[in-house]
């Protein structure tokens, strides 16, 4: 597709459940990001990607939350036994290179996930 | 850490007026992102600002980064429901990672 894509959009969870969230950033882009975003306030980064090296989970709430991307493409964020604080909605944004070079950070529809 | 402070958090405006909103930023900005989301959403990128006094158009959407770069501005002439929605601004300070304000919640009444 021309875009970032997000599956699923909607995920309603069980506390204690695990949920996967897929994204397939644009084709042929390096860089790889997630983001959480809670209701009422900006994206906040969780980890990020270059290629199939995650170089940075530094926003990652807790060991319960897991990012991988393994062949430097479609990238899954996966959460255990989740917890009615990790209602929000999961964004992916890729990107060409790196930010660095001024290159456009384009973001998908994102996963909303309500853990009940 | 890089802090963003967007103002007005939230604007009513009539069809056709024009606005303006604003970023400021507490670090000297690296680069300036502007999305717009719809509530429930993703990010549409609207336009990025590197260089102090820059100034970037689309259709009737300008941005401007001043010649500090601590602060931009959102403007937009002649307003339409189709502008409706949450702006957000994004800093990309001198790594990768954005960091974003709280947004401002635009809605434009016909």
């Known amino acids: 597709g021309a875009g970032v894509s997000q599956s699923p959009r909607y995920k309603v969870a069980k506390r204690g459940q695990d949920v996967a969230l897929r994204c397939d950033p644009i084709?042929?882009?390096?860089?790889l990001f997630w983001y959480q975003q809670a209701l009422g306030q900006g994206p906040e980064f969780l980890t990020y990607f270059q290629n199939e090296a995650q170089l940075d989970k530094s926003g990652l709430p807790s060991d319960r939350f897991f990012a991988e991307r393994p062949e430097g493409s479609v990238s899954t964020l996966k959460i255990q036994r989740t917890q009615q604080e990790d209602s929000a909605v999961y964004l992916c944004?890729?990107?060409?290179?790196?930010?660095?070079?001024?290159?456009?950070?384009?973001f998908g529809e994102g996963s909303w996930l309500t853990v009940v | 850490s890089q802090e963003l402070e967007q103002s007005p958090q939230s604007l009513i405006v009539q069809e056709g007026k024009n606005l303006t909103i604003n970023c400021t930023s507490s670090k000297t900005l690296y680069g300036l992102y502007w999305y717009k989301q719809k509530y429930g959403e993703g990010l549409i990128f609207l336009m990025m600002?590197?260089?102090?006094?820059e100034e970037k158009s689309h259709e009737k959407i300008t941005a401007k980064l001043d010649e500090k770069k601590q602060q931009s501005s959102l403007h937009i002439t002649a307003s339409q429901p189709s502008h409706a929605g949450i702006y957000l601004c994004?800093?990309?300070?001198?790594?990768?990672?954005?960091?974003f304000g709280k947004g401002t919640l635009l809605t434009v009444n016909p």
């Open positions: 994004g800093a990309g300070g001198s790594n990768y990672k954005l960091t």
């Open positions: 084709s042929g882009h390096v860089s």
């Open positions: 600002l590197q260089k102090g006094g």
């Open positions: 944004a890729s990107s060409l290179a790196s930010p660095h070079s001024g290159n456009t950070i384009y």
